[in-house]
């Protein structure tokens, strides 16, 4: 390579060569086809990076590594992360470095990440003040979106029953659906209880969650089951957008902690404000794929990913993912590419 050829902002450090070319080309082809070399040796990949890279994919073999660069190389650096074992390590840091917020639970028979999760947070961060896509964009094309707007407790639990049955009707076995349901009633709990503020950010609701509840207009929020027949999804969404990137690891974290030390399961919940954290281990590992979208003080949006064909007892070994994705103009450096 010329030292007059241009350097590159996107890159992948994978050490199994075929599966990092794969990688490349879904995030080439969600950065407008920019070019994304693949190196195994850092060294070699240092080399063909700009002064300033935007992105760097990479397994979490090479976490280490990667921190250091984000840390004390290049300050302009976000990381995506894929695993086919344990998250544990990389949510831990992922606590610490800002800058790491999607990690990718690699299933062990597929042959490379999830290529739509890759295109999503590639698209996610370079594009830091886009909207998000909807959630048939991130099902395959025909898929099917069931809506509720549920305003009072009433409304709440029916909608919850409605969840399992859909779910069922999908081809989800009876056990997931149930899953699916208590995960709907926890999302629901948390966008009509939690998620609420008056005219000076205080919350309305929080202080009692058993007490029936009836939201006006302007706080009702949405939840939406879609399926595609292979996949899937669980969105709930709130306009109040107080849902905080620490809060989200933080309580997954600690519940990890928790659970390792053989906690009791009430020591693992986050507890410590009111249910904006409440139960974030469990969302998180309820599905799949959990994708958070949030616009502070406008909009909070939680999306759990299911797989149909994957057998239930099979999905507990399987390292789920975790994207995280804020839109605020305060933080955010520009980062697209012009005219793209």
Partial sequence: MSDSAPKATIAVLERNRVVGQRIARVMSAAAGMQDVP????????????????????????????ALEWAAERYPSLHLLVWTSGSTDAVLHAALKEPRLSSIVGWPSFASMPRPWEIALAVRRILKPLALPPRLSDLLSWGATIVKW?????????????????????????????????????????????????????????????????VLEESEIPTLRLGTDGAHLALQAHDPFGGLRRHHVFEGITRGLSARAADASRGDVLDTSRGGAGLGMLKIYAAGAVLVIDVAPTSSTMVTSFWDLDVNPREFRSLPASLHFFERSTSTVETLERPGW
């Fill in 149 to 213: 707007r549920p305003r009072t407790s009433e409304d709440r639990d029916r909608t919850v029953a409605e969840v399992a049955h859909w779910a069922e009707r999908a081809g989800a076995p009876a056990r997931v659906a149930e899953r699916l349901a208590a995960l709907a009633h926890e999302l629901l709990m948390n966008a009509m209880y939690d998620a609420p503020i008056d005219g000076r950010g205080r919350p309305r609701y929080t202080h009692d969650r058993r007490r029936d509840l």
């Fill in 38 to 65: 693949v190196a195994s040796d850092p060294a070699e990949l240092r080399d063909r990076l700009s002064e300033r890279p935007l992105l760097l994919g990479c397994d979490a073999a090479d976490l280490e590594l």
